[in-house]
């Protein structure tokens, strides 16, 4: 069971719109539609932002999507905010009830 | 609404067993509908999650810390546990408990505010 692949940063003006990647393999990202997505301040615990590929936890705004394509998952942030400069986690159903996590992706607002 | 909070040693020394508790605000029949997750955390690093257990005592482990951990539960107190031996310095990061639907579909919706552990001598 091997960390999911994340870039290690990504950064973007406001309004502009930017795509977190997060491969796995067919076992993990590819198997099972399980994917969510996390937002982590410092200091704090991460946030759920995206549960089951695609869905939003109520009360998360739409301008975040994800979505996935084969292997690899996308976490998208539209009309880029000053308050969206966080770090990223993927995180995947890796079968026989277990769970693996990305690297993390530290996201910059310009 | 759901609260988490850990609990325990700060400091443990190598070789010695790391043990946390997770005390969960919020009714018995929701307690009793979730798995209840450890999650953990280095200085700097990602997250990596190291097991969770249901309210039947069912667990299911990381596979590379399942040698050395094991989760229990306390359903009448609404606390779960981890105990992780033979640490080393490796150990070191801030543990975090958090709960996850029983369908898989979240893996973890509400979190603790997480607790350090340092492995030092």
């Known amino acids: 069971q091997s960390a999911l692949t994340q870039p290690a940063s990504v950064s973007g003006s406001p309004g502009q719109s930017i795509t977190i990647s997060c491969s796995g393999t067919?076992?993990?990202?590819?198997?099972?539609?399980?994917v969510s997505w996390y937002q982590q301040r410092p200091g704090t615990a991460p946030k759920l932002m995206i549960f089951?590929?695609?869905k939003r936890p109520s009360g998360v705004s739409n301008r975040f999507s994800g979505s996935k394509s084969g292997n690899t998952a996308s976490l998208t942030i539209s009309g880029l905010q000053a308050e969206d400069e966080a770090d990223y986690y993927c995180c995947s159903y890796a079968g026989v009830r277990t769970w693996v996590f990305g690297g993390g992706t530290r996201l910059t607002v310009l | 609404q759901v609260q988490l909070q850990e609990s325990g040693p700060g400091l443990v020394k190598p070789s010695q067993t790391l043990s946390l508790t997770c005390s969960v605000s919020?009714?018995?029949?929701?307690?009793?509908?979730?798995?209840w997750n450890w999650i953990r955390q280095p200085a700097g690093k990602g997250l990596e999650w190291i097991g969770r257990?249901?309210?039947?005592?069912?667990?299911n482990y990381n596979p590379s810390l399942k040698s050395r951990v094991t989760i229990s539960i306390d359903v009448s107190k609404k606390q779960f546990s981890l105990k992780l031996t033979s640490v080393t310095a490796a150990d070191t990061a801030v543990y975090y408990c958090?709960?996850?639907?029983?369908?898989?579909?979240?893996?973890?919706?509400?979190w603790g505010q997480g607790t350090l552990v340092t492995v030092s001598s």
């Open positions: 919020t009714d018995s029949m929701t307690f009793g509908n979730f798995y």
């Open positions: 257990i249901y309210t039947t005592g069912n667990t």
């Open positions: 089951e590929d695609t």
């Open positions: 067919s076992s993990d990202v590819g198997a099972f539609d399980l």
């Open positions: 958090a709960r996850g639907d029983k369908d898989d579909t979240r893996p973890a919706d509400y």
